[in-house]
């Protein structure tokens, strides 16, 4: 970035290195907070309404009031990708319960929120790895029971990070009772060798994920029957195709699992398709 980086914070757009969050705040203190990532493609944020929606969602999970309207959270992350001169990468917005002492029990009402927003320039549509295909490992899931908040209280997916960028792999699928669950920042998807997309279907146990709920729109267009299920590890091994989505991934070909080949060893046609599709989507704005 030529400019200085600018980040947005209760209310003020303020240069990086002088915005502050006290040590009381409830996100650093109990992770009690929710936050969510909007891509941004050819300086346009993408697939955004649904984004804010489910933010919307998630505070209402935790009894936060949402502190902005529709029209205020857009117009906000519009301005600070504009001064922050963000062609390409993401906008990373945060709604924590506030600042009051330490307490478990919610701070009185009326407490005001912690809202923070701050952009990254991250190559989102080129990026080489669609081109070959992404390694994955597969590990425990962890996590708590209610997977559908989008809560800052990630530690379980950073643990199942770190074990990725051990491994020298991008990603870990997560997996509990032998069925894969999602990745650790990502929705997990096979083809089988029949044309039909497996996906779980939607519950607490995985995040309801915006660039998934896309694809799905977009399976038949790339001749694709669909079933929302359980897959087993063994079957994900067996698939003709196997793939990750997410806003900064956007749709991520899955060439090895654990050390084993899936499909050719090499991005499918299926998933190419979906993910040209979707970039098309992307950059029309729907």
Do not use: C
């Not at 559908?148 to 990630?154: G, Q, T, W």
């Not at 020298?168 to 650790?184: F, I, K, N, Q």
């Amino acid at each position: 970035m030529s400019n200085p980086r600018i980040v947005y914070l209760n209310g003020d757009f303020l240069p990086f290195d002088e915005a502050r969050v006290p040590i009381m705040d409830r996100g650093f203190l109990f992770a009690d907070g929710i936050y969510e990532v909007s891509a941004i493609l050819d300086g346009r944020l993408v697939d955004n309404e649904a984004h804010l929606a489910r933010l919307d969602r998630s505070l209402g999970e935790i009894d936060i009031a949402n502190p902005h309207t529709l029209g205020e959270w857009v117009a906000l992350q519009t301005e600070l990708v504009a001064r922050n001169g963000v062609a390409e990468g993401l906008v990373y917005m945060q709604v924590t319960r506030g600042v009051f002492e330490r307490d478990f029990a919610y701070p009185p009402a009326g407490t005001r929120p912690t809202v923070m927003m701050f952009t990254q320039e991250k190559t989102v549509a080129a990026n080489p790895l669609a081109a070959k295909g992404a390694r994955v490992i597969t590990v425990p899931d962890l996590r708590w029971k209610r997977r559908d908040i989008k809560s800052v209280a990630l530690l379980a997916q950073v643990l199942a990070k770190q074990q990725a960028a051990a491994a020298g792999v991008a990603e870990a699928w997560m997996v509990e009772d032998d069925a894969v669950t999602e990745g650790s920042s990502s929705t997990a998807f096979i083809v089988t060798a029949g044309g039909t997309l497996v996906t779980r279907p939607l519950s607490t146990a995985l995040l309801p994920g915006i660039t998934r709920q896309a694809v799905l729109r977009l399976a038949a267009e790339a001749g694709l029957a669909l079933e929302e299920r359980l897959f087993s590890v063994a079957e994900a091994l067996a698939a003709q195709e196997a793939f990750y989505t997410s806003a900064s991934a956007f749709v991520m070909p899955v060439v090895e699992l654990d050390g084993k080949t899936i499909g050719t060893g090499a991005p499918g046609p299926h998933t190419r398709r979906l993910r040209e599709l979707y970039l098309e989507l992307a950059r029309a704005g729907t």
